[in-house]
């Protein structure tokens, strides 16, 4: 596998060409973000067991809109029962779990390392009578975040490609994972881009909101207001993925079947 260095405009190109591909389909792609939202409440509404799940499902639901926007892209029409089409084939299945409980392990030892050096502080923010200190906790809570954003930096780049190395590429993890880093170490600028572009986006949209309800709009109404927002901006960041994809790996894989692109390079006509 061969992965291109790209400019660091590239990271905005990503999103620019995200937002042409959720325009092709937009009704298409709001209903997976608005699945994936729903997903990802109901993990909350189950203790440590939802979250455990919704981690080591991530990879099978990036691959789920990877395939998706391939479709998209090569101008065939997201029907219902192909959402799924991409988790028909057993091995394809059986190595996106594989990778799911790998990227759970990893977000598990990443948080136990970073909470390890702080464990003293955050223990501390405990009283003698076993009250919890709010204001300690969270200023003992800052290390430990810091930290562990710092080893998910590491641990998105292991995972970031790999589900589509694996699907589509047919790959082993072991190489997926390599590929991966390497692929996001060459465009490490591209990426900063990227993420810092989004973090303004999501940023002003919550201002934008923050404004209409200092002017006199009540927040019940604001939130109903940016709930949709908020969902097709979530759209937009999935459909985003895919650019991101071909413009370092390309369009030469293997063909699936029916449901996906045949790696023809009909998918780089949209973007």
Same mark, same amino acid.
């Given at each position: ?10 990271? !905005?190109? !990503?999103?620019?060409d995200g ?12 209903f ?5 939202? $729903?997903?990802?409440t109901?993990?909350?509404l ?7 799940v919704?981690i080591?499902?991530?990879? @099978? ?13 090569a ?7 192909? !959402?799924?089409?991409?988790?028909? #084939?057993?091995e ?17 030892a990443?948080?136990f ?6 464990? #003293?502080? @955050? ?5 003698a #009578?076993g ?16 930290? $562990? ?8 780049? @292991? $995972? !970031?490609h790999a589900p ?14 390599f ?12 990426? @900063? ?19 209409l309800t ?11 207001l ?6 097709v901006?979530?759209a ?5 993925f ?12 293997p ?9 023809s390079?009909?998918? #780089?006509?949209?973007?």
């Amino acid at each position: 596998m061969q992965a291109a260095t790209l400019p660091i405009t590239s990271g !905005w190109s !990503w999103i620019q060409d995200g937002f042409k591909l959720f325009k092709l389909q937009p009704m298409a792609m709001f209903f997976w973000s608005l699945m994936t939202g $729903f997903f990802i409440t109901v993990s909350y509404l189950i203790p440590l067991l939802g979250q455990m799940v919704l981690i080591a499902s991530t990879p @099978l639901l990036t691959f789920i809109t990877l395939s998706a926007c391939r479709n998209i892209a090569a101008g065939r029409p997201m029907l219902l029962p192909m !959402w799924l089409e991409p988790l028909r #084939d057993k091995e394809t299945r059986k190595s996106l779990f594989g990778l799911g409980f790998a990227y759970m392990v990893c977000c598990l030892a990443g948080g136990f390392i970073a909470t390890l050096p702080f464990l #003293d502080g @955050l223990m501390s923010a405990i009283t003698a #009578d076993g009250a919890i200190d709010e204001r300690a906790l969270m200023l003992a809570m800052r290390g430990p975040f810091i930290t $562990f954003a710092l080893i998910y930096v590491v641990i998105s780049a @292991l $995972f !970031w490609h790999a589900p589509a190395l694996i699907g589509w590429h047919r790959i082993k993890m072991t190489q997926a994972l390599f590929f991966s880093m390497v692929a996001c170490w060459r465009n490490k600028w591209p990426f @900063l881009a990227y993420g810092v572009s989004w973090a303004a986006i999501f940023f002003a949209i919550q201002m934008a909101g923050a404004t209409l309800t200092s002017l006199g709009i009540p927040p019940g109404i604001m939130q109903i207001l940016l709930t949709p927002v908020n969902i097709v901006v979530a759209a937009v960041l999935y459909c985003s993925f895919y650019p991101a994809y071909i413009s370092v790996f390309g369009t030469n894989y293997p063909g699936q079947g029916h449901g996906d692109a045949h790696g023809s390079g009909d998918e #780089d006509s949209v973007l």
